[in-house]
Every structure is written in C-alpha cells, then in structure tokens.
C-alpha cells in the first residue's frame, strides 16, 4: 500500500461518519458511510476481493478524506447529500445493484414524512406540487426504523386534523395534536417542520439553535410545560440512539469485505421474568433492548392462562410459547431469562419445539442469584458467545431488571396495589 495512503488511514478516527476517495486529480470517486471510520476505510486494502463495480476504484484511490458526524443517521444524511450533490463515479455505477430510499415531506397543510423507493419515485412521477421537500437517496437504509426514529425525534404526525379520537402516537406524545386541534397548521410549520427539515438536511446544528430559541421563548411565556417537551427533544437529538435503522450493508460493505461470521453480533436482547404472587396473581413480562437501549415500545406483557399452582418455569413455557407465534414481531439476537440452568432448559425446550431450525439456535442466556443470593450466576446454551457475555454482563443485568420491574408494575397494576 501506498505510504501516503497507509498514514492517511492511520490518522482517521474510529466514529461515525461518511468518507470519501479522491483520484490523483481531486475528482470524487466514492463516497461511503460507516459507524467506525477508521475500520472501514482499512477493510478496503485488505484485500479481499469481490465482482461489485466499487472493486474498480481501488487502485484509482490517491487520496482519503472523511467527515465525523454525532450518529449514523447524520452520516446516512450526509452521505446522500454529497451523492446527490457530486454524483461520483462509483457510487452512480453502483446504483443498479439496489433500489435506493428517498423521504419527502407531502405539500399539504400538514405535511407528513413519509418514504419512497427510487423506482416508486419514477412510476409515481411526483412533480414539485405534490411534495413540499425532498432528500436522498439513502442507500442502506430501513425506512420504516428511520420514519420510527424521526417521529420520536421531531414529533411528526400522519393523522388528519380534527379526528373524532386522538391518534395512537398522541396517547403517547409523539404527536402534538394535529387529531385533537390542539397546534395550527403554523405553529406545526414552526414546531416540528421547521427543525425536521434542518435536521435531514444535514444541518444539524441548525437545527439544534431552532429548538433552543422555542424553548428559551416558551420558558419566558411561562409555558413550562412545552419548554420541557422541547428541552427533552434537544437532549434526545444529541444523543441519537439510531443503530437499528440500518440495512446490515451498512456494517459490512458487501462490495468491498465480507464480515468475519464468527463474531456475535447482538444488537436485540428479549428478556424475560415471571411475577408470581399467589397461585391466581402470575404474569410475565417481555422488554427489549436494542443496541443496549430499552425500546419500550416493543415491551409486552402475559396474564398467565394455562398454569395451575407456582410454577414459575411452566409460566415461562406458556410466555415463551406465546410470544412465538407472533411471527410479525422481530426475532431477537438473544433471550434473558431470569432464572438458572431449569429455566434456559425449560426456554431451550419451547424453542426447539416452536422455532424453526436457525432460530433453535438464537442463545438463551439465564441469570441466577445464586444459593446465597449475593451474586450473579450466569447460565447460557451457547458456548461461542462466551466472549461477548464477558463484556456484557452488566447489559444482561440491566435488562433482567428492567423485565422484573415491568413484571411487578403489570401485577400490581392487576391487584391495585400502589
């Protein structure tokens, strides 16, 4: 490898970000995205070949450069404005092999986000009228993740004004009235609008002030509680939790290195706990954590129907068997059990019985008290992710205690007792 270009590596930073390869006469050859940048620009003089027409640019590359961002969305936004700005070589030659994801703001009194796929874009031939703004394309991205994402973030609404009931994401303050005719058509331009597109537009910090001066204006009105809502809103904004927006072409760039398969790779935990107080009050709990967050969300909660008595590895069987039949409920990488060796034979069991072959084989992992219940024992049915429990015990720990807490709040919700 070229001295100047190993030290180039070398020198770049291991964060999210988008990077790009220049040819010997400073034209942009390919831009990418990565959650590590200095791992992806390494893998590819690694030397690891495969036919994709990226493959050609290599020995073109005469020089690196690359943006850090705060999170991967702002580096997939990033990304697709330099695409549709330079248009580079390798990234145009490489466009036939996906359909790359659009989103857009519809032109109506309250526009709503909403995603569309390159191909979609052209049948559906939208003109200027029929879209407020539009940004991409976004190669490697889960839309339906990132629409979830941006919601959170920016309290988007996709209802109609005035409804006869407030919509579902009102009920859990991810909409700001637009059902009930609590904010105008230009306080939502102002509110959430206004910042969603500075945001997509890779403007970040624009987006940030925004929302800062509409905090600063609503705390002097005496108007706390939005004041709060927005200072929330910029906390979360920063703090991007985004990992599970992202096509796994993101982590491993098919086009230039395969991933090394041996590594385990867990980015969704289902932990599980049973609540039983009495033979007539038992119930279990499912929480899910995502890339180390709870995504409460997707928390579920079981009245047991079927178990006589106190069996708490019976009531796992029956929360485990119903949980399986769901199939339109995202599978997980990884299932916490609070319990030790009975109990991951009891979920091992339900899911050779219930799961299909590859999913037999997803790792349970049980945590046990232990006889002197001071310490924390572990159990798993997986022996090769030893190495990733190590680092990861307090997670595990984390999660068992979360599905505990859910569990007791479901029960005592069901005895009333507060």
């Known amino acids: 490898m070229r001295k100047k270009l190993l030290n180039r590596i070398k020198q770049s ?19 990418g995205k990565a959650t590590n940048l200095k791992s992806r620009i390494k893998s590819y003089f690694s030397g690891q070949k495969t036919t994709r027409p990226i493959e050609n640019l290599i020995h073109e590359v005469e020089s690196i450069d690359w943006l850090k961002t705060n999170s991967v969305l702002e580096a997939i936004i990033l990304e697709a404005s330099e695409i549709k700005k330079h248009r580079p070589k390798y990234n145009v030659l490489g466009k036939d092999d996906k359909s790359w994801n659009y989103l857009y703001l519809t032109n109506e009194e309250f526009p709503i986000l909403k995603a569309v796929r390159e191909h979609e874009l052209k049948q559906k031939n939208l003109s200027k009228k029929d879209y ?11 839309t339906d993740q990132a629409l979830k994402i941006l919601r959170k973030l920016f309290n988007y609404s996709d209802c109609q004004p005035d409804q006869e009931k407030a919509c579902f994401y009102h009920q859990i303050e991810q909409c700001l009235g637009v059902c009930t005719g609590e904010i105008t058509a230009e306080e939502y ?19 940030l002030k925004t929302l800062q001066k509409q905090m600063n204006q609503a705390s002097q ?32 760039d098919q086009t230039i290195f395969k991933p090394n398969k041996k590594e385990n790779q867990i980015f969704r935990i289902e ?9 007539t009050g038992k119930v279990g709990s499912l929480v899910v954590f995502e890339n180390g967050v709870p995504n409460k969300s997707q928390y579920r909660k ?27 409920w995202k599978y997980p990488d990884l299932f916490l059990i609070d319990g030790g060796r009975p109990q991951i034979n009891a979920a091992k069991q339900i899911l050779q019985e219930q799961g299909s072959k590859q999913r037999q084989k997803t790792p349970i992992v049980g945590i046990a008290k232990g006889p002197q219940r001071r310490k924390n024992e572990f159990f798993i049915t997986e022996q090769t992710i030893e ?22 709040k479901y029960q005592r919700s069901l005895r009333k007792i507060k």
């Open 132 to 142: 407020l703004k539009i940004w991409g394309p976004f190669p490697g991205l889960k």
């Open 271 to 279: 932990g599980y706990d049973i609540s039983n107080l009495g033979s």
């Open 387 to 408: 190495p990733w429990l190590k680092k990861n015990k307090n997670l595990l720990i984390k999660v068992r205690d979360e599905a505990h807490r859910f569990a007791l």
């Open 13 to 31: 930073p291991s964060e999210p970000g988008i990077y790009l390869f220049f040819d010997k006469n400073k034209n942009l050859l390919y831009v």
């Open 189 to 207: 331009r102002k509110k959430v609008i206004k910042p969603l597109s500075s945001f997509l537009s890779g403007k970040t910090k624009t987006a």
């Open 221 to 252: 009105e005496e108007n706390f509680e939005e004041a709060i809502r927005i200072r929330e809103q910029i906390k979360n904004l920063k703090k991007i939790q985004d990992i599970t927006l992202l096509n796994k072409t993101f982590f491993h």
């Open 302 to 328: 079981f009245k047991i129907k079927t178990v006589k008595g106190q069996s708490d590895i019976d009531c796992l069987k029956e929360v485990l068997t119903r949980r399986l039949k769901h199939r339109e």
